[in-house]
């Protein structure tokens, strides 16, 4: 009898453990190849297609560029596919400043490989896969 219990209590606690929601993490993104620390980086985290890279339902994050580079933190972030777009606003306008033809005048990068130069870039291009584990991205920003 007290057998059965305890087989009961172990299946209790294994339904338990399934049902559970995924654990949150961390998403570290170091950007390099700013030219200068005038400005800001400003990061965004992005897990809706349709918002990618400007959208405004991704998560935000603006540091100070320190030695050419920077890094933003992304706590809390649930298993996924998510991607990332940076910009070093130099003139910390909140905007990505561009010339007349629509050519951009600040860097800018993606989390996945390099930004297309003559278009926005699209997020399966930039999608990557955030697992139960604390990731690190690296990201150099285009000239």
């Given at each position: 009898?007290?057998?059965?219990?305890r087989i009961g209590v172990v299946?209790?606690?294994?339904?338990?453990?399934?049902?559970?929601?995924?654990?949150?993490?961390?998403?570290?993104?170091?950007?390099?190849?700013?030219?200068?620390?005038?400005?800001?980086?400003?990061?965004?985290?992005?897990?809706?297609?349709?918002?990618?890279?400007?959208?405004?339902?991704?998560?935000?994050?603006?540091?100070?560029?320190?030695?050419?580079?920077?890094?933003?933190?992304?706590?809390?972030?649930?298993?996924?596919?998510?991607?990332?777009?940076?910009?070093?606003?130099?003139?910390?306008?909140?905007?990505?400043?561009?010339?007349?033809?629509?050519?951009?005048?600040?860097?800018?990068?993606?989390?996945?490989?390099?930004?297309?130069?003559?278009?926005?870039?699209?997020?399966?291009?930039?999608?990557?896969?955030?697992?139960?584990?604390?990731?690190?991205?690296?990201?150099?920003?285009?000239?």
């Amino acid at each position: 009898m007290q057998h059965r219990g305890r087989i009961g209590v172990v299946a209790l606690i294994a339904v338990g453990a399934l049902s559970m929601p995924a654990v949150a993490e961390t998403i570290q993104v170091v950007v390099s190849g700013m030219p200068d620390d005038r400005g800001v980086l400003a990061c965004s985290l992005h897990s809706d297609p349709a918002g990618f890279p400007d959208g405004a339902s991704a998560v935000h994050a603006t540091v100070a560029p320190q030695g050419g580079q920077g890094v933003c933190t992304f706590g809390g972030v649930a298993p996924g596919r998510y991607a990332v777009a940076v910009l070093h606003d130099a003139n910390a306008n909140g905007r990505l400043d561009t010339n007349v033809l629509g050519m951009p005048q600040e860097r800018w990068g993606i989390s996945i490989g390099p930004a297309p130069r003559l278009r926005a870039p699209r997020f399966d291009e930039a999608a990557f896969d955030m697992g139960a584990d604390p990731l690190q991205l690296r990201i150099d920003l285009n000239p």
